[in-house]
DNA sequence: ATATTTAGTTAGACCAGCTAACTAATTCTA
DNA sequence: TAGAATTAGTTAGCTGGTCTAACTAAATAT
């Protein structure tokens, strides 16, 4: 619903494509909502998951920081998907204030089948496009992703 | 977190820029979130108030369509907004089951400025991207908004 | 005239996020 | 080294957005 630019000041043309992208993120959220209950992971578990696996153990806190949330939010999460068997917390022995997060052998299995489903009606349709296309949405999902994660995040996590 | 391609099959391309696009839009939109308390306006209600703006007024089960929602959650919506007096509900004369939700003065006035407040941030991360990024993303947006309604989609709604 | 369909709502559940206020462990400092 | 300050995480309690199931009321079709 964006693109009511009247006449294209230079300014004018960033905000229309910044705010067609919020919309786009949006609708391409909801969208893929709807795999969601089929396979048990939202997207935020998904997300979550996915920095466990492939950047942990890491404690809460650095989850916290590569999810972009408050780590109330963090503790609830996890807590969770600690009850449905997808990661393990396990205190640090060094610095017994930190609990360090880790994937189960289920939740790493869960992971792939989970992104497998949510994304596979995404890939459908871009299996569709044309060749061009594709390859600017590869590239546009890195400067997205990039630009999401503005000022000190340098978290190494992907 | 994606990019995890061993070596990249053509299922596999496609699947990773669709990962990447997904994780992409959950950073995206957490970190435009930031704004929401300050405007008043979240994801949500933007989106909404924004088609009804520009698309409307329009019926509620319209409002649903074009936010691929259901119904009762453009019920809430809408009945939150108008209670925060950003929009109206209007019976239709014609049909009396349908309901036409309209933006009020202080709603148009409101998108105006919580578009703003909202992708004021992103806006100014893409003013310092090169243009060939710019124009990139410009597309990019489109095509992924497009992507995110798949099969029946012939909303007009932007 | 009744049955069916359609538009929208209500009820009730769930998840994800927040802030404020707390506990426990660690580190700093006088 | 005792006490203060900091840091990691949790709990409590709120808000918002989403869903499904079951409903009411209006319109349409048989």
Redesign the pocket.
Known sequence: MPSRSRQATPVQAEFDTADRLHSAA?HLL?SL??E??ASGL????LS?LSVIVFAGPL??????LA??????????????MEQDGLVE?VR?T????????RATVRGRSLLQEGRRRRVVRLAAALEKLPTVDRKLLARAARLIDRLARPPGSKTTVS
């Open positions: 949006i909801r909502r709807v969601d209950r939202s997207g935020p578990r979550a404690p809460m806190s650095g989850l916290a999810e972009q949330v408050q780590p109330p939010t963090i503790t609830k999460l996890v807590r969770d917390r640090d060094d610095d017994r204030r930190v609990l360090m997060v």
